[in-house]
């Protein structure tokens, strides 16, 4: 299984991240995936999830901000990110559950400045 997220960077207060997630290894259609976000020191906690049916929910600090989706023709899910705010910084996980436990990307870092 493989999970590989991209698309963090550099953004200014108000801006615009879109993050990919790749994934190998898994039956796409079957498995939900979810997006989780770390700083240091800290855990790693859950942004947003979607079902495999496409089923999106959000932790309050980012809805209406975030859209998590996925492509079931590219075994891909993203979230797009809008108007980013200084506490969205973090690196990004993507995560399944898959054959009995976690799977987790190798992260991407997403810095906000004010």
């Known amino acids: 299984v493989q999970l590989q997220a991209s698309g963090g960077g550099l953004a200014q207060a108000g801006g615009s991240l879109r993050l990919t997630c790749k994934t190998r290894?898994?039956?796409?259609?079957?498995?939900?995936m979810a997006w989780y976000r770390q700083v240091p020191e800290k855990q790693r906690d859950l942004v947003a999830s979607?079902?495999?049916?496409?089923?999106?929910s959000y932790v309050d600090s980012v809805k209406g901000r975030f859209t998590v989706s996925r492509d079931y023709s590219r075994n891909t899910m993203s979230m797009q990110m809008d108007n980013l705010k200084p506490e969205d910084t973090g690196v990004y996980y993507c995560?399944?559950?898959?054959?009995?436990?976690?799977?987790w990307g190798q992260g991407t870092q997403v810095t906000v400045s004010s």
């Open positions: 995560n399944t559950y898959w054959r009995g436990r976690q799977w």
């Open positions: 290894g898994i039956n796409f259609r079957i498995a939900d």
């Open positions: 979607i079902t495999s049916g496409g089923s999106a």
